[in-house]
């Protein structure tokens, strides 16, 4: 996925779906017609209801959309590349073979150097290539790296090669710095201090912490804005010029100023893309309604909050809490590395990208996959 991202940038769902659609035919060839009840199982514990409960409100949501087209073409995009990132998660640990994750590693690594190298030549080889020749190309690639990175060298430690993990880090961790994406630096440092908090710390301050982290994440979204404006110093303006900082602010002051006309179930699923044209943002400031035409907040839990409403941040929130809790009784190193994955994707998802985008959910799966496949090791795991 890494190899092919960078010279595809929204090629993810395309290599998830071929993966999990080949998992799916072993595990048919494998089970027969067991293999559904295998598929199907997860979905009747606490998780999985949780998550079928947002998905039902996301399709509630059409009945009240302004645009129906535009909210069934949103949805067909997620849950298509949600079903290959469940089907992933579900059917390839313990399926994989012994030098998957080597390769795996290898190809991330691989990934990392070129897009480190292609920005320390000024894009020189994609210019060669006739391709798109823009600085932001490769944050979509290193967005996902920084999903990957962590339960692949967990994995490759598991295994004894805790060098090549160090350095599958090291590498994923330059290619990042030397990039203009703030997002995925700050995911990285997000995930990296979470997986020190859950090594060293205490398990229930862990997850009293993330639980914490959890709940400010769809708590504070609507008002995330109004926040900003009052306490973000000018001084941090001038350092994240590059990554927009005072647009964003008013984008998500505008989101949030629409989310409080229609609180309680939102404006309906996949409107974002012609928010500033929905009932909610009639009665706001010209100005606001300008910001709010951007496509989406830059915010996936805002995002949720327009589109869905109080109703769908508490299901969306319910569902991670559910998640959080499953990962409680990991070992300790799956647990760390399952709480830095968290802090990465809820750190990303707090500052860019749309909540539905089908690249960043099969992203999400694949790393997810690898954690789980980690979970298989018939090794000692401390």
Avoid: K
């Amino acid at each position: 996925m890494p190899v092919i991202l960078v010279l595809a940038n929204r090629s993810s769902p395309l290599v998830a779906g071929i993966a999990a659609l080949l998992f799916l035919m072993g595990a048919i060839a494998e089970h027969g017609a067991g293999a559904v009840r295998l598929v199907l199982r997860p979905l009747a514990a606490p998780p999985g209801l949780a998550a079928l409960a947002f998905l039902a409100w996301c399709l509630a949501a059409f009945a009240w959309s302004p645009f129906p087209g535009l909210s069934a073409r949103a949805f067909s995009e997620f849950v298509l590349a949600l079903l290959t990132a469940y089907l992933l998660v579900r059917l390839a640990p313990g399926r994989m073979p012994d030098w998957g994750p080597a390769l795996a590693a290898a190809g991330l690594a691989a990934a990392c150097l070129f897009i480190a190298g292609s920005l320390a030549a000024d894009l020189a080889l994609q210019q060669a290539l006739g391709q798109r020749v823009a600085l932001f190309m490769f944050n979509r690639p290193l967005l996902t790296a920084v999903l990957l990175a962590g339960p692949l060298a967990a994995l490759l430690a598991l295994r004894g090669h805790r060098l090549a993990a160090f350095a599958l880090l090291a590498v994923t961790a330059f290619a990042v710095l030397r990039s203009i994406s703030g997002a995925a630096a700050m995911g990285m440092l997000a995930g990296a201090g979470l997986f020190a908090v859950a090594w060293f710390a205490p398990r229930r301050l862990v997850l009293a912490s993330a639980a914490l982290i959890l709940f400010l994440a769809f708590a504070l979204a609507p008002v995330e804005g109004d926040i900003l404006v009052h306490f973000m110093p000018e001084a941090a303006h001038e350092r994240l010029v590059q990554s927009s900082s005072r647009a964003r602010v008013a984008i998500a002051q505008s989101f949030g100023a629409a989310v409080a006309e229609a609180p309680l179930i939102g404006s309906g699923y996949g409107t974002s893309l012609r928010f500033a044209e929905v009932p909610a943002a009639a009665g706001l400031a010209p100005e606001m309604r300008t910001m709010l035409a951007v496509g989406h907040p830059h915010n996936s839990f805002l995002q949720i909050w327009a589109e869905l409403g109080l109703v769908g941040a508490v299901l969306g929130a319910l569902a991670a809490f559910l998640g959080l809790w499953a990962a409680a009784t990991l070992p300790r190193t799956l647990f760390a590395t399952a709480l830095g994955l968290l802090g990465a994707a809820v750190a990303i998802m707090f500052v860019e990208h749309g909540a539905w985008q089908a690249w960043w959910t099969a992203g999400l799966g694949a790393a997810l996959a690898w954690l789980r496949t980690a979970c298989t090791e018939r090794v000692r795991i401390p």
